[in-house]
């Protein structure tokens, strides 16, 4: 069956670093797009950030756009999420999320398979 699992969500100062992995399985992981979302206590899922299955093309929310970095290895079907600058409001459960499209997509309703989520939590 289809696995996807986060790694690296742990607690952190504001202003430092995190880089999220998510290993995949049991998919042909160079056919699907990635996407990493998040959720917040008492809030909805949100987009974070998505990559094409082709490595090359890459979209991001307005409010992470140029802290974080999503990036994949096909080779190793793991995709990441690097985040710089972390602030308190990165506080959320992190997803990350597969799709079927080739093309990266925005949104939930696009993706077919989920993990189970890494928690990051920034101190202020």
């Known amino acids: 069956q289809v696995q996807l699992v986060e790694s690296g969500g742990r607690l952190v100062q504001a202003g430092g670093s995190l880089r999220l992995s998510c290993a995949a399985s049991?998919?042909?992981?160079?056919?699907?797009?990635m996407g990493w979302f998040r959720q917040a206590p008492g809030k909805e899922r949100e987009f974070v950030a998505t990559?094409?299955?082709?490595?090359?093309?890459?979209s991001y929310a307005d409010s992470i756009k140029g802290r974080f970095t999503i990036s994949r290895d096909n080779a190793k079907n793991t995709v990441y999420l690097q985040m710089n600058s972390l602030k308190p409001e990165d506080t959320a459960v992190y997803y990350c999320?597969?799709?079927?499209?080739?093309?990266?997509?925005?949104?939930?309703?696009?993706?077919?398979?989920w993990g189970q989520g890494t928690q990051v939590t920034v101190s202020s």
């Open positions: 990559i094409a299955w082709s490595e090359g093309s890459t």
């Open positions: 999320a597969a799709s079927p499209r080739h093309y990266y997509s925005h949104y939930v309703s696009d993706y077919e398979y």
């Open positions: 049991g998919l042909t992981f160079r056919t699907y797009a």
